[in-house]
């Protein structure tokens, strides 16, 4: 089990909230609701300011790449946000996914460490995990999924994680 988790092609199911999250942003204009999958990193009320501005640009113009497949776009994208708000865990955020879909792993795990360090986030701590396992780092990976189930129980790719990690050899 853990060696089709470490060598399995990233299964995001972000890309698809992301898809999501874009195309409702630009059918309404403004930030939607996605409910219980909201990423908190993504919603949480920040201070306004030209930074913010400017990051939140740059994040939503990753926001598009990444729904259009275009990953590699999206990160210079997510490069910039975090240059204007290097503490602030949405950009970083997307961005650790945004190297895990594009499997630059090292670099998913220090972006997803860092995010994780500015506010935990379930689906963060949980892609930490998964980002942890392609390195071999099992024991630093069920750190990661049991600190996403401990912020959110019902957190689906944490739980899968955990129970590969659990059933391997």
């Not at 909230?17 to 996605?34: D, H, I, N, T």
């Not at 920040?46 to 990753?62: H, I, K, W």
């Amino acid at each position: 089990a853990l060696t089709r988790l470490r060598g399995m092609a990233p299964v995001p199911p972000q890309a698809a909230e992301f898809a999501y999250w874009v195309s409702s942003w630009k059918q309404s204009g403004q930030l939607p609701s996605l409910g219980a999958m909201s990423p908190t990193w993504l919603a949480a009320p920040r201070s306004a300011g030209p930074e913010l501005l400017a990051a939140d640009r740059e994040l939503l113009a990753a926001l598009d790449r990444l729904a259009a497949g275009e990953v590699a776009e999206a990160i210079v994208h997510l490069d910039k946000a975090t240059a204007f708000l290097p503490a602030e865990n949405a950009a970083a955020g997307a961005r650790g996914l945004a190297l895990l879909l594009a499997e630059r792993t090292e670099a998913a795990v220090t972006a997803l460490e860092q995010a994780t360090e500015v506010a935990a986030d379930a689906v963060l701590c949980a892609h930490l995990g998964l980002a942890r396992v392609r390195l071999g780092a099992t024991f630093d990976a069920e750190a990661a999924f049991l600190r996403a189930i401990e912020l959110e129980p019902s957190e689906p790719t944490a739980a899968l994680g955990l129970a590969s990690l659990w059933q391997s050899p």
